[in-house]
């Protein structure tokens, strides 16, 4: 299976600020996605990112709020911008490893917005 | 468009009964992945199984069972002599063959298991 890390794991932020979470995965991977956990919701998806192209974005996400970076082969970022207490929710990175078609996540990170 | 049904929102079983999670499936593609995620209180997601739409046999590993029914557009997954350990919600999830290839989940159905 894939190894995949988030930072960080949990935080608590304030109205107004931006948090940059970090993806990390263990082997190159072509398609790396964003989902979004809600308190007792189930999983959305956010955003698909590829390396050397902008992301795609769902509907109901926008670039502005949701910035995504994927500079390699290994490593994406989302950032929750201009955060307000409707963003409190566990955000999680996910890919395909070697070429399957089964679907990893990381461990998430639990973001609460005061 | 894609959707995933998991009607029951909350089950509560006591230990050793065996419980079913019920999962329906809407798709125009024929060939797509379903799934099963296992997701305790620590909020990590715990892949447990993959099928392929052109792979109708059932599965068993352990304790765990799926049955995969393309008539009726379903996976139930069903768990024997369930555990305490066995708490937790669980998502089934359905992906495409082609395009994105992201995952469309149910709503989820929260599995408590008493001692």
């Known amino acids: 299976s894939a190894v995949i890390s988030q930072k960080p794991s949990r935080d608590i932020c304030q109205r107004g600020t931006s948090l940059t979470i970090q993806c990390q995965v263990d082997s190159q991977v072509t398609m790396m996605f964003w989902y979004r956990q809600q308190p007792g919701q189930s999983l959305t998806l956010i955003a698909t990112a590829n390396q050397g192209s902008e992301a795609t974005y769902e509907s109901g996400f926008v670039i502005d709020k949701f910035p995504i970076s994927r500079p390699n082969l290994t490593f994406s970022t989302l950032t929750v911008s201009n955060m307000s207490p409707e963003d409190s929710s566990i955000y999680l990175c996910?890919?395909?490893?070697?070429?399957?078609?089964?679907?990893?996540f990381g461990p998430g990170t639990r973001l609460t917005v005061l | 468009a894609q959707k995933v049904t998991q009607a029951q929102t909350e089950i509560s079983v006591v230990e050793k009964e065996d419980v079913t999670l019920d999962c329906v499936y809407e798709?125009?593609?024929?060939?797509?992945?379903l799934f099963w995620y296992k997701q305790p209180p620590s909020g990590e997601l715990v892949f447990l199984i993959r099928?392929?739409?052109?792979?109708?046999q059932n599965e068993i590993s352990g304790r765990y069972s799926w049955n995969f029914q393309k008539s009726t557009s379903s996976f139930n997954f069903t768990i024997t002599a369930s555990q305490v350990v066995d708490s937790a919600v669980y998502f089934c999830?359905?992906?495409?063959?082609?395009?994105?290839?992201?995952?469309?989940f149910g709503s989820g159905t929260r599995l408590q298991v008493q001692p």
């Open positions: 996910s890919t395909n490893r070697g070429g399957t078609d089964t679907q990893y």
């Open positions: 999830a359905l992906k495409r063959d082609t395009g994105r290839r992201a995952l469309t």
């Open positions: 798709t125009r593609d024929t060939t797509y992945y």
């Open positions: 099928r392929n739409s052109f792979d109708e």
